[in-house]
């Protein structure tokens, strides 16, 4: 039995994560003998587009292992992002309010990324309630995990670190090897995948420099996994393993589709290590089609795109799953019961919380 999670608000997601399998029950049916509560926050700071898929990618990453642990989410997000009529209703019916859930508490937090539209991230509109939020974290979570542009944000707001723009996109599915032992990395394997998709890149060196516990890192891809000085306050996440098996797939042919309405102009490459050669044929066939019609509206072109003939095998789920879950389970072994306490007695904060032998 995988760990429930307890579906407290009505919540579209919880229904969906559950129709495909997961752990999810209702409050107040779920069974709490012998089990510990863990109250999860959830900030949503992606496009509208992606705001559901984001909710159900780390809904089914919380309920994915075994645990005698309620979980309990409560996604935000800041009223400061721009979003369309739809994406205002979904956030003002579903989800709470950050100043609610400062006076409740939270066990754990989880930062998502967000689309960019500045190169600076402190001209974004999310900088500022990020950085409240951020600051409030550190002093009253237990532990803070921060998904790829998060990851970046919070490095330039706590360590002053710029992250750096790549000469091309880093796209793509990546082998990493693991750098350091970790009780995030416990019964790991010593190399497995995670994808990438980023223009910006903030190194190993800078992460050291910084005083940061660099865990995982691949020769092609950079750092994937870090964690603040003391091993766990804060986790960075560069990669997505909390990706669907099409969510590079899903960028991908958005970048077909601008191609065919010349709103890009050149063709769109594979991401990395992805497709099979199979789907690679049948993709290739594709663009000579739609090269050979010049320009064509997006509508035929997703029309015709060959989805539905691609089979995208999932490498990276598992590793992401243990590593998640790790997370989860450190958590509730250093906090107190009460979520409004970051840790319980006899966790020194000062010194690295976690022991690495």
């Known amino acids: 039995m995988t760990m429930p999670i307890v579906a407290n608000s009505m919540l579209p997601s919880f229904a969906r994560v559950q129709a495909k399998g997961g752990d999810i029950v209702k409050d107040g049916c779920a069974d709490s003998r012998d089990m510990r509560d ?35 989410v409560y996604p935000f997000s ?12 979904h956030v003002g019916k579903y989800y709470s309010e950050f100043t609610q859930l400062k006076k409740t508490g939270l066990d754990a937090l989880i930062v998502t990324g967000a689309n960019p539209v500045f190169a600076t991230l402190s001209e974004e509109s999310f900088w500022p309630p990020l950085c409240g939020v951020l600051d409030w974290a550190i002093e ?11 990851s970046h944000a919070a490095l330039l707001y706590f360590h002053g670190i710029e992250r750096q723009p ?28 995670v994808p990438h998709s980023r223009w910006n890149d903030i190194s190993a060196l800078q992460m ?33 393993p909390e990706y669907d098996n099409n969510s590079l797939l899903k960028e991908y042919k958005r970048e077909v589709s601008l191609y065919s309405t010349g709103e890009r102009d050149t063709y769109p490459p594979f991401p990395d290590h992805y497709f099979s050669a199979h789907d690679q044929h049948l993709l290739r066939s594709y663009a000579a089609k739609i090269k050979s019609r010049k320009r064509v509206q997006s509508t035929l072109a997703a029309n015709d ?46 010194d690295r919380l976690l022991d690495f032998s």
Do not use: Y
């Open 305 to 350: 795109f060959p989805e539905s003939d691609l089979s995208v095998e999932n490498s990276w789920i598992d590793s992401g799953e243990l590593v998640f879950n790790n997370w989860l389970r450190t958590i509730c072994h250093v906090s107190a019961p009460d979520c409004k306490i970051p840790f319980k007695d006899g966790v020194d904060v000062s």
């Open 166 to 193: 790549l000469p091309v996109k880093r796209w793509g599915v990546f082998k990493h090897r693991v750098l350091q032992h970790h009780p995030l990395l416990k019964n790991a394997n010593s190399h497995f995948n």
């Open 38 to 72: 863990l109250h999860v926050g959830l900030m949503n700071m992606m496009p509208d587009a992606a705001l559901e898929p984001t909710e159900r990618q780390f809904l089914h990453f919380m309920g994915s292992r075994s645990h005698n642990i309620r979980i309990f």
């Open 140 to 150: 009253h979570v237990t532990s803070t995990l921060c998904a790829c542009l998060a």
């Open 78 to 89: 800041p009223a400061e992002i721009p979003r369309g009529e739809w994406a205002q209703e």
């Open 208 to 240: 050291t420099n910084a005083g940061l516990r660099v865990l995982v890192g691949s020769d092609d891809a950079g750092v994937h996994l870090s964690t603040s000085a003391d091993g766990f306050r804060f986790v960075f996440f560069q990669g997505h």
